[in-house]
Structure formats: structure tokens, C-alpha cells
């Protein structure tokens, strides 16, 4: 097994010193002359000097050993699974005619060194002292007194591993319990030979090539046929004897968790198992097939007839525990953190004028825009009405420019439809800011209230004209609600749901705030892309080359559809632009390749594939590696489960299935160390930009054709996508990868080939075990086809990882709708908050509303509700619980306009429906027509 460096090259010291020994024993009555010896892996360390102290008195020792660990000798392994043994043994008194004086054991303590590989420089104990079968120590230990033992510190002068080797460290404790059901032939025949003892074998791996065998003694034989194999404690008494051994996952780099440390209660290691996240121990009964048990006899026969023991149904129970788990969980404190946060705060809404304010506002600008038709007639007539440097005009001038601006307006009847434009506001101001609706009967009161008015009308127009003739009055336009980067997160969202009409209508309404990005456009045609409606997309990508003619995405987009559409000269300039556009993309280069290939070009087609490579080797070193995964596959294990390494990484948009595998570069003709086409899994939000759709990131042991896959599987373009996945078989550095699988498992969902996928996750499952996109994947697939039990599992695992999925979004959304389905609202509540914290939307907000109204919690629902209202008023179903809400808090006015705007927008949800019908007949209002 490697050694893991960091106690490595050099040797260190390690000093075990026995301060005093407590509560001592010996065969006189009165004194004890004794001392200790101190041995550790078979090697005698060195002896106290003999002291004489009273019988249950103390005595100090004082004594110092030490010795080298280096990987020459009393390495790493032999501190992990062996300990230091001390022995105190006791000076007799000479007889007569005595050469040699006789020496007698009192007990035997050990002292584990596996704090020193914990990390710690040095530590105390107190170690029991066992005494020896018979002695007078036993004796006095049995009657109840104080037990002898010893006072041990032990230091080293550096730490023997590193914080990162401390980090990936393990302890695996291996327990064999009982053997239930042996043979007849172990049940012994009095006086038919020699005692039995019984010893356990257990298998674990040391290397990937080789194994060692664990060995669990002292076994007792009981009625019933059943045998205890083992005892008490791990911390075993040196006396009663030690099974420890070394034990190590097969492994290409030094790391500190291939530890074992076996004794009477099992053994210590680290290897991987598919455990889920937090599980740290298990139990279970198992047959003989792989424990083996021994019956030995003093002369070490060894029964090998294995018939015996399954005629017998023998079964052992052995316990697996963990000091960590292999999965890390999140911690609590974190996992509250990130949950419990409420609301984040929002700006204020623009106050929406109303009534009296609203008509004042009208008349305003209804002068605003007279004032600018005078401005443009007198312009018309005169020229321009200022100009700089010009001296003003003389008040003759300026009449006669009067007179004439008014015959031309009367002339023309622009005066008369002035007034009238101005008329209708002057009787709303009139109505609802004077709050006069009936004709006056005093002539009096009818001139007063016309000077009021008069009055009124004129300083409105003052202040109106101010705002139009005055730069610093402009008033700014609000900003919208929503930015470009939500509306796209809300499409995605629409599309994630089957509502492709909704997500329409973002990217229209993201189309109509600025038409002349291209990037709009590009988002519009990926979403006719996955309706199939190919012609209105290519209408789109071409609407974006239109805007932009260096629009990258655009253009292979069009070049795929050309291709699609029989258009292959179309198609081969588009390609070839692309690759003009931006000479050293690889997603450009390598869909070049495929479209020579489907020609059946081979001469082109290896010149792209050429050019994709060395472009992608180019881009690894122009750009670090942020992120590297490597593999430890665990010989136990097969290819179930491995360790990850992960340092950092650049990410891409994720998809509407939130799977988005982000892809690196490196080279795809000559084969890295480790496995190629595996790969980290990362997202970040989508952002309107042309350069997103290509911000494939840099990352190690991937191919050019899986790096295209995502462009292609994200945009929707299947076809294509297929054929870059036979590539990636085809290419010596690809081939049944854990990232292949999992494209080809996406690919399959966006097919609807449920059946297909399933198969392709549970081959990728093999070699990432622990990739939380592979499970939030199947989670879709079962919720998909229905499975929802399935689904939840699989949603639970994917969250409990300490990595997050590329996009937990859709993972928050269905599994929140789970849990509203099985009445657990509280866990609805927090997987909603979660979904509100990370990526608020219209569904989260309204599924937040509905577990708190579920749970009584009124307020915090309306709040809620209020929120899903904003990003998107025309939900039905969030008017619909506003009705509830309101019917419940006794508004009838707002019960009331919230169920006619839940009519209004075809509520689909009977049972919501029945719900407030039910509730309205209770209350008795908040239906209209009552």
C-alpha cells in the first residue's frame, strides 16, 4: 500500500513517556518491587528502572521510550492498527542457592497512537492495566477496589499528516457480532479431545490487487448453538490478543484514508460503499459465503467443509460504522441558514395614482400635449421658437406673432379640437377632484365654483408646463418589475412545465423591450426548437444573424437547420462563418466536422476535428483548469461509487431540465492520466448575452464531441446532439463514460423516451455515484411517469449532497408539489423557502402561499401570494388562493375582485374551485353574485 507522505520521506520521533502507575499489586503483601518495559510492533522499546512502592500506592516512573516512524520501519500503517504495549512486572525475591532473579507479570495496558493520526502532537491517558489471569491483582480488581493503571503522554514534534490528508481521512469499524446457527460438530463431545476456540475471518481489501484477511479470536461457544466471536470494546486488553491490519482502497495519489484498525470489536478503514448522504453505520445479517468462521483446535486444524455451514442456515450479524460519513451532509446551522431566510427586500412599488389624482394627472397631460402641437404650429410659422445668441423679441413683434398663431389655429379648427381634447379631463377633475356630479341651482355657488375651478385649472397647467419646457423637471420612467435575465428564468421555468404558450409570452415580452439584441431572437427560436416547430425557429436565428451578422450561436444554429433541411451549401457557409466569426471555437469546429461527416467528407471532416483539438489544447493553456475531477475507485466496490476531488470551475446556462453538464478542454487526441469523459457538473443563471450560449467552460479529461453536446442539447438541437454522442463512442479518449451517459439520459428525456433514460442514469450512477445532476435527473424521469414516491427519494438525495445540482430549481418545484400532494406542508414550506432564496419565481412564491395557508399561517401566505401576484398577475390559481385568504381574513371587497380575476382567467384547479365555493357559502359573501 502507498504510504501517505507527510510523515513521509523523513523519519519522525514519537516519544511515549509512563508517568506514575496507580492502585499496584503484587504477590507480597507488603511492597512491590517492579518496573515497566514498553514494546510496540514486536520491538522491545527499552525498560524503567525497578522501583519498590507500597502495595496500592503509586509509584513514578518517569520513564521515556521512543521510536523512528518512517516507511522503513513502524510506518504509518503500523501506528494505525497497532498499539504501544506496556507490561509491569514485578522483581521476586531470591531464594537461597538463586542465580537468576525471577520476574513475574502483573498486567499488560496499551496505548493507542491513533489521536497522533488524527492530527494531535501530543496527548494524555490513563490506561487500565489488566491483570494477569490468577494474580493477585485480578483478585483485587474482582472484589470491586480502585483497578491499577497507568499514567501515559505521548508527543510527537510535528503533526504526522497535513490538514488536506486530515480532510480525506476515514474510520470504518468493523464489528462481528454472532454466529447463529452453527453446525452440529462444533457443539463439543465432553472428554472427546482438547477445548475449542473459536476465531472469525474477514476479508478487506489492501490494495486493488490483493486483500487481507482480518482475523476476529477468542469466540465463546453457547446454548443454542449460537457463538459470540467477539466481546466488548475495540480497546481490547493486549492480553486477550489484537486483530489489527493494515487495509487500503486501491488509490494513484497519497491520501490519509486507507487506515484500519481491527480488534476484538472490528477494524478501522476508509473505503467507499453506496451509502447515502449522512449514513454513517449499518447493520446486517449475512451468510457464511463472505465471513468465514474457523474451528481450531490447539493443534490449528482447520474445518474447510463450507457444505456444512449452509446445511446449517449459519448466519453472522456484522456492524459497519463510520467516524464521518462517506456523503458529507450539510450542517444544520447551514442548511437553516440558507432556509430560513425570508422575503428578500424588494423596492417599493411605484405608487399608482387613483381618483382625484389620477384625473390631475390626465389634465396634465393632456396640457403637455397641446402646449407641444402649439409649439410645433408656431415653429412652423415663425422657425424656431429659441435660438442661442438671438436678442428676444419686442413686444410689438411678439403680439403680432400672437394674433397670427391664434387666427392660424382658428383657421385650421386646431383651437376647437383643443378644447375638446381638453374637455373630458376637465370633467373628470370636475367629478372626482371638485366632487361635483349635479347641475348648481344658485347662480352664486355656480360662479364660485367656476372661479375655484378656473383657478385650479390654471396652476395645473403651470405646473404641466413646466415639466414639458423644463429639462430638469423630466420625470425618469420606472423601471420594470422584471429584468431581461427573470424573464428568461421564468421562460425556462414555463418550459420546465409543458406551458410553452407562457414561456412565449416572456420571450415576446423580452422582445419587445429591446428587438434589436440578437440574443432575444436566439432565445425565442430554442424554444421553437423544442416544440419542433423548426421553421419559426429558423425564422428567429435568422432574425438574430439579421441584427447581428457575427452572432456565433445564431449561426450554427442556422447551419444545423440548413443541414436539417437539405440545404447543404446553406448549411456549409453558415459553418464556415461560424468558424471565420470566431476561428478558435471549439462547439464551431467540431459541428463543422459532423456536418463534412454526414457529407461523408473524411478529408474535411478530420481537418475540423483537427481544429477543434488543437484549439481546445490552446485553450487550456491560455486558461487554467478550474476545476479537476479524479476518480478513486473502490476495489470493493467495483465501480459503484468513487471519491471526488473538486478544486473549482466555470459554468454554462443550464437547460430547460436544469442538467446542464458544464464542459473543459483539454486534448482529445492523446489520452490524460485519469478517465476521459468524466467530468464536474456545474450552472449558473442564464444571461441575455450572445456570448452566453457559448461559454462552454474549460475542464479537464472531457472530448470536443461531449463539449458540443451541451451546446447542442441545451439549444434543443437532438438530432445533431445523437450524432456528436457516436462520435464520443467512436473517439479513443471518450467512450461509456459517466458524462456520455448522463447526455445520453438527457437527451432521452427531451424525447420523451423515459424507459431509455432511466437505463442510461443507471450506468452513469456506476462511475459518479455521488453526482447530484445523475440524481436529479431521475427525479424528473419518475416524476415524469408518474412515480412520485420515486421522485421524492431521488429529490431528497440530490439536496442532502454538499455539491448542489447544476440547477435546483426544477428539483425545489417538484418536489415542493410532492409534498403539497402528501399533505406535508411544513416540509413543502422549507423546500419552498429554499426555492424563494435561490431563484424566486411566480410558482415558488405561490407554492410558498399554499403550504402556509395550508398550515393556518394567513399572514405570511398573503405575503407570499402577494409576491407570486407581482411576477405574474395573470396566474389564476394565485387569484384563486387570494380569494381564500381574503375570505378567511373577512375582506369582502378583495374576496370578491380576487374570484372574478380567477373566473376571468379560466381557473383549472376544480378542487381550488370547490374549495372556494365551499368557503363562500361558510363566510357567506365573495361570490358576486350572491
Known amino acids: 500500500m502507498e504510504q501517505f507522505r507527510g510523515a513521509g520521506d523523513k523519519a519522525t520521533l514519537v516519544k511515549i513517556t509512563v508517568l506514575r502507575g496507580n492502585n499496584l499489586r503484587g504477590n507480597k503483601a507488603e511492597s512491590i518491587l517492579n518496573y515497566v518495559r514498553a514494546e510496540f510492533n514486536g520491538i522491545v522499546l527499552g525498560d524503567s528502572q525497578k522501583l519498590d512502592a507500597a502495595v496500592d500506592q503509586g509509584v513514578d516512573y518517569n520513564f521515556t521510550c521512543s521510536f523512528e516512524c518512517s516507511d522503513a520501519a513502524h510506518t504509518l500503517d503500523d501506528m494505525a492498527h497497532k498499539p504501544v504495549i506496556l507490561t509491569v512486572i514485578e522483581v521476586l525475591p531470591k531464594e537461597k542457592k538463586q542465580k537468576e532473579e525471577k520476574t513475574a507479570v502483573i498486567g499488560q495496558a496499551i496505548v493507542d497512537l491513533l489521536p497522533l493520526l488524527h492530527g494531535q502532537v501530543s496527548f494524555s491517558s490513563t490506561v487500565l492495566l489488566h491483570p494477569t489471569p490468577g494474580s493477585p491483582a485480578e483478585a483485587a480488581s474482582q472484589e470491586g477496589s480502585c483497578k491499577p493503571s497507568l499514567d501515559v503522554t505521548v508527543c510527537v514534534p510535528e503533526p504526522l499528516l497535513s490538514g488536506v490528508q486530515l480532510s480525506d481521512s476515514n474510520l470504518l469499524k468493523v464489528t462481528v457480532e454472532t454466529a447463529y446457527s452453527v453446525p452440529e460438530v462444533w457443539n463439543p463431545v465432553s472428554g472427546s479431545g482438547p477445548p475449542s476456540s473459536y476465531v472469525a475471518a474477514l476479508q478487506v481489501p489492501l490494495t486493488a490487487e490483493k486483500e487481507q484477511v482480518l482475523m476476529f479470536s477468542n469466540g465463546l461457544l453457547k446454548a443454542k448453538r449460537n457463538i459470540s466471536v467477539l466481546r466488548e470494546s475495540i480497546r481490547a486488553p493486549a492480553t486477550q490478543g489484537r486483530g489489527r491490519a493494515p487495509s487500503s482502497v486501491g488509490s494513484c495519489k497519497a491520501v490519509p484514508s486507507k487506515m484500519f484498525d481491527g480488534g476484538h470489536k472490528g477494524g478501522k478503514d476508509t473505503k467507499d460503499s453506496p451509502k447515502r448522504p449522512g449514513t454513517q453505520g449499518k ?55 440558507r432556509v430560513m431566510e425570508l422575503i428578500p427586500p424588494r423596492a417599493p412599488l411605484p405608487r399608482r395614482p387613483a381618483g382625484a389624482e389620477r384625473a390631475v394627472q390626465e389634465y396634465q397631460a393632456q396640457i403637455a400635449s397641446v402646449a407641444g402641437q402649439v409649439l410645433e404650429q408656431y415653429q412652423q410659422l415663425f422657425g424656431p421658437a429659441f435660438l442661442p445668441g438671438e436678442k428676444p423679441l419686442d413686444p410689438t413683434s411678439q403680439e403680432q406673432r400672437k394674433t397670427k398663431l391664434l387666427g392660424e389655429l382658428n383657421y385650421s379648427g386646431k383651437y376647437f379640437a383643443f378644447k375638446e381634447q381638453i374637455k373630458y379631463s376637465v370633467v373628470r377633475i370636475v367629478r372626482e377632484k371638485m366632487l361635483r356630479t349635479e347641475a348648481f341651482s344658485d347662480p352664486e355657488q355656480l360662479q364660485a365654483f367656476l372661479s375655484q375651478l378656473y383657478v385650479f385649472l390654471v396652476d395645473e397647467m403651470h405646473v404641466a408646463l413646466n415639466k414639458t419646457l423644463s429639462v430638469d423637471a423630466q420625470e425618469t420612467q420606472p423601471r420594470p418589475l422584471v429584468d431581461g435575465a427573470q424573464l428568461i428564468h421564468f421562460a425556462k421555468e414555463a418550459q420546465l412545465n409543458g406551458d410553452y404558450q407562457l414561456a412565449a409570452q416572456y420571450y415576446q415580452e423580452q422582445l419587445t423591450r429591446d428587438r434589436s439584441d440578437p440574443a432575444h431572437w436566439f432565445d425565442y427560436g430554442v424554444l421553437y426548437m423544442l416544440t419542433t416547430d423548426y421553421q419559426k425557429a429558423e425564422e428567429c436565428f435568422h ?21 436539417m433541411g437539405g440545404r447543404f451549401e446553406e448549411a456549409e457557409t453558415f459553418f464556415e462563418g461560424a468558424t471565420c466569426v470566431d476561428p478558435a471555437n471549439v462547439v464551431a469546429w467540431t459541428l463543422f466536422g459532423l456536418f463534412y461527416e454526414g457529407q461523408e467528407n473524411s478529408i474535411q471532416t478530420e481537418m475540423a476535428f483537427l481544429e477543434a483539438t488543437k484549439q481546445q489544447r490552446v485553450a487550456l493553456v491560455v486558461t487554467p483548469p478550474c476545476r479537476v475531477e479524479t476518480s478513486v475507485e473502490s476495489p470493493d466496490l467495483g465501480e459503484e461509487e468513487q471519491e471526488v476531488v473538486n478544486c473549482e470551475s466555470l459554468t454554462i446556462k443550464p437547460d430547460v431540465d436544469g442538467d446542464t453538464e458544464a464542459s473543459v478542454v483539454t486534448g482529445s487526441q492523446s489520452c490524460q492520466d485519469g478517465k476521459p469523459g468524466e467530468g464536474y457538473k456545474g450552472g449558473a443563471e442564464a444571461e441575455p448575452s450572445a456570448m452566453q450560449h457559448l461559454a462552454t467552460p474549460t475542464r479537464l479529461n472531457t472530448t470536443i464531441y461531449m463539449e458540443t453536446v451541451q451546446f447542442l442539447l441545451q439549444n434543443n438541437a437532438l438530432q445533431m446532439a445523437q450524432r456528436a454522442l457516436a462520435q464520443e463512442l467512436l473517439c479513443p479518449e471518450g467512450g461509456l463514460s459517466s458524462s456520455y451517459h ?6 432521452q428525456l427531451l424525447r420523451a423516451e423515459y424507459g431509455s433514460a432511466e437505463s442510461s442514469l443507471k450506468e452513469a450512477l456506476h462511475d459518479s455515484f455521488q453526482d447530484p445532476d445523475v440524481w436529479a435527473l431521475f427525479g424528473h424521469i419518475h416524476h415524469l411517469t408518474g412515480e412520485f414516491g420515486k421522485a421524492q427519494e431521488c429529490y431528497e438525495r440530490t439536496l442532502d449532497f454538499v455539491t448542489d445540482a447544476t440547477d435546483t430549481h426544477p428539483v425545489y418545484l417538484r418536489l415542493g408539489s410532492i409534498y403539497l400532494q402528501e399533505g406535508e406542508f411544513q416540509r413543502a414550506k422549507t423546500t419552498y423557502l429554499r426555492a424563494c432564496k435561490s431563484s424566486p419565481s411566480c410558482l415558488t412564491w405561490l407554492g410558498l402561499g399554499i403550504a402556509c395557508y395550508r398550515l393556518g399561517e394567513l399572514t405570511e401566505a398573503e405575503d407570499a401570494l402577494t409576491e407570486a401576484n407581482i411576477l405574474n398577475n395573470g396566474n389564476a390559481e394565485v387569484w384563486g388562493y387570494l380569494s381564500l385568504v381574503c375570505l378567511q381574513t373577512g375582506r369582502r371587497l378583495e374576496a370578491e375582485q380576487s374570484y372574478k380575476y380567477a373566473l376571468k382567467l379560466n381557473l383549472q384547479k376544480e378542487a381550488v374551485l370547490r374549495e372556494i365555493k365551499a368557503l363562500q357559502d361558510h363566510v357567506g359573501f365573495g361570490n358576486p353574485c350572491f
Do not use: F, W
Open 283 to 337: 447493520s446486517a445479517a449475512i451468510g457464511t459465503d463472505s465471513v468465514t468462521l474457523v474451528e481450531t483446535e490447539q493443534q490449528q486444524q482447520v474445518n474447510t467443509e463450507g457444505q456444512m455451514y449452509a446445511d446449517s442456515r449459519t448466519y453472522i450479524i456484522i456492524e459497519i460504522a463510520l467516524e464521518k460519513s462517506l456523503v458529507p451532509k450539510r450542517s444544520p446551522e447551514e442548511l437553516a441558514k
Open 543 to 563: 432574425y438574430a444573424v439579421s441584427m447581428e451578422q457575427t452572432h456565433l450561436p445564431s449561426l450554427l444554429m442556422c447551419g444545423i437547420l440548413a443541414e
Open 742 to 747: 448522463l447526455a445520453l439520459a438527457r437527451l
